[in-house]
């Protein structure tokens, strides 16, 4: 079982930055392929930064390429999103997400491949 916890959210201005955390508890971050979706107000929910299970390869979507950086250390077993340059849009609650050991997941990603998600956290960007 993995149990994921997200920190890091708030509110900001809009050209501002965040950077969220997960932290996994009870089991390793390798070989798992780990993302953030995250959900706006009547949207689905969508996939914004993923690294896959090599540990390196990493897909963004359109909307947060050149902005947004994912990665993980680890030795913490926490992965990251930094975010920069916020735009209002980007108002939604975040959510991190992992497949199980091994797992696949797609390019780009589905959320029915990731089997943990943490609970969510708020970011608000005011324009």
């Known amino acids: 079982q993995v149990q994921l916890v997200e920190s890091g959210g708030g509110s900001v201005q809009a050209g501002g930055s965040l950077r969220l955390s997960c932290t996994a508890s009870?089991?390793?971050?390798?070989?798992?392929?780990m993302g953030w979706f995250r959900q706006a107000p009547g949207k689905e929910r969508e996939g914004v930064a993923i690294?896959?299970?090599?540990?390196?390869?990493?897909y963004y979507a359109d909307s947060v390429k050149g902005r947004f950086t994912i990665s993980q250390d680890s030795a913490e077993n926490t992965m990251y999103l930094q975010m920069l340059s916020l735009k209002p849009e980007d108002t939604a609650t975040y959510y991190c997400?992992?497949?199980?050991?091994?797992?696949?997941?797609?390019?780009?990603?589905?959320?029915?491949?990731?089997?943990?998600w943490g609970q969510g956290t708020q970011v608000t960007v005011s324009s």
């Open positions: 009870a089991a390793t971050l390798s070989r798992r392929c």
């Open positions: 997400a992992a497949t199980t050991w091994g797992g696949y997941c797609s390019t780009p990603p589905i959320r029915t491949y990731f089997r943990y």
């Open positions: 690294i896959y299970n090599d540990g390196a390869s990493t």
